[in-house]
């Protein structure tokens, strides 16, 4: 479940205090604790479609042969490598040209780091969801299953 949902229901977040107080209107605690795990599964069960509603998206994507629907993240991987090329080669190579020669040049402007490497990072997965699913015997995905099945 992406970060960002489970925050926006957990207890503290927006909904969930919504939630929380829609809840204590249920005097019985055991149909209230009832209530509340019904309600967290139907939240990871829709957070697991729609994961397997964007997978299958990006199947029919990548299987296309228009260059504008299968083409786009291709195009996105290799801007990021002309931006870390520009960032990591081209400027500190033009700056030290520039000083040999002894010119007077404007320096070529510099693209954020942060955000060059946020799109890296993005395009190569690497990030907490996917540590997890490593880790975890048959992925994240099957253990949070795993846990509403015993129930």
């Given amino acids: 479940m992406p970060t960002w949902l489970a925050d926006l229901f957990n207890p503290a977040g927006a909904i969930g205090s919504i939630v929380s107080r829609i809840l204590d209107f249920i005097p019985n605690p055991e149909e209230k604790a009832k209530a509340q795990l019904q309600l967290q599964q139907a939240i990871i069960t829709a957070a697991l ?19 504008f ?36 040049i404007p ?31 048959g992925g994240a995905t099957n253990a949070i299953k795993g846990i509403f099945r015993k129930s």
């Fill in 49 to 67: 479609q729609a994961d397997a509603d964007q997978r299958a998206i990006n199947k029919t994507e990548a299987s296309s042969a228009s260059l």
């Fill in 69 to 104: 629907v299968a083409g786009w993240r291709p195009a996105v991987g290799w801007l990021c490598v002309i931006a870390l090329g520009y960032q990591w080669l081209f400027v500190p190579l033009l700056s030290w040209v520039v000083l040999l020669i002894g010119q007077k």
């Fill in 107 to 137: 320096s070529p402007p510099h693209i954020g780091n942060e955000d060059i490497q946020a799109l890296l990072y993005a395009l190569l997965g690497i990030g907490s969801l996917r540590t997890a699913d490593k880790l975890i015997p």
